[in-house]
T-cell receptor
Framework: GDSVTQMEGPVTLSEEAFLTINCTYTATGYPSLFWYVQYPGEGLQLLLKATKADDKGSNKGFEATYRKETTSFHLEKGSVQVSDSAVYFC?????????????FGQGTELSVKP | DGGITQSPKYLFRKEGQNVTLSCEQNLNHDAMYWYRQDPGQGLRLIYYSQIVNDFQKGDIAEGYSVSREKKESFPLTVTSAQKNPTAFYLC????????????FGPGTRLTVL
């Protein structure tokens, strides 16, 4: 079945450092790909998305490119801030798969130090 | 403001009790979902509904029940048959059931005493 694998955390960075969180997926169809962010005790917020190969999603300085050839959707940010500390989830949604349910990776905790 | 609300934020249950978690959305979305989150893990689908008066089991439906009598409401009941109900429960909605993004509520943390 479809699945998402993302790099294990926690990831600890200094402020203004470059961030990469790796995400790879397995899917039988042509999924949409998403990055969600979760702050402590809260629900998930959509960070960015891409719906087809070579699409680049971007938001708040974060970027990810849908790479079909490598089945990847790595999250990047050029300069992280303390306020970016959160848990980041990579997810996919495939039409016809249980109502378009989201399949999540296990999450990567990011901690940014001043 | 459009969005999804969940209540209560915290819920404590004694063993053997059924409890109901509320989820309401005013986004006019057709599809609604319930996910369960356990510490250090991703989310897993409990139930979903693509339209009013219809719902389907997800990957971990045992011990849970839902209803969808109104478009904006999708309550989840955690029954006494759920063996390990302590978790964070998240409700979500989307415009359709293709490959659309889902919008999440703030969650309900359920603890069994």
């Amino acid at each position: 079945g479809d699945s998402v694998t993302q790099m294990e955390g926690p990831v600890t960075l200094s402020e203004e450092a470059f961030l990469t969180i790796n995400c790879t997926y397995t899917a039988t169809g042509y999924p949409s790909l998403f990055w969600y962010v979760q702050y402590p005790g809260e629900g998930l917020q959509l960070l960015l998305k891409a719906t087809k190969a070579d699409d680049k999603g971007s938001n708040k300085g974060f970027e990810a490119t849908y790479r079909k050839e490598t089945t990847s959707f790595h999250l990047e940010k050029g300069s992280v801030q303390v306020s970016d500390s959160a848990v980041y989830f990579c997810a996919l949604s495939d039409r016809g798969n249980q109502g378009g349910k989201l399949i999540f990776g296990q999450g990567t905790e990011l901690s940014v130090k001043p | 403001d459009g969005g999804i609300t969940q209540s209560p934020k915290y819920l404590f249950r004694k063993e053997g009790q059924n409890v109901t978690l509320s989820c309401e959305q005013n986004l006019n979305h057709d599809a609604m979902y319930w996910y369960r989150q356990d510490p250090g893990q991703g989310l897993r689908l409990i139930y979903y509904s693509q339209i009013v008066n219809d719902f389907q089991k997800g990957d971990i439906a045992e011990g849970y029940s839902v209803s969808r009598e109104k478009k904006e409401s999708f309550p989840l009941t955690v029954t006494s048959a759920q063996k390990n109900p302590t978790a964070f429960y998240l409700c979500a909605s989307s415009i359709g059931t293709g490959r659309d993004e889902q919008f999440f509520g703030p969650g309900t943390r359920l603890t069994v005493l």
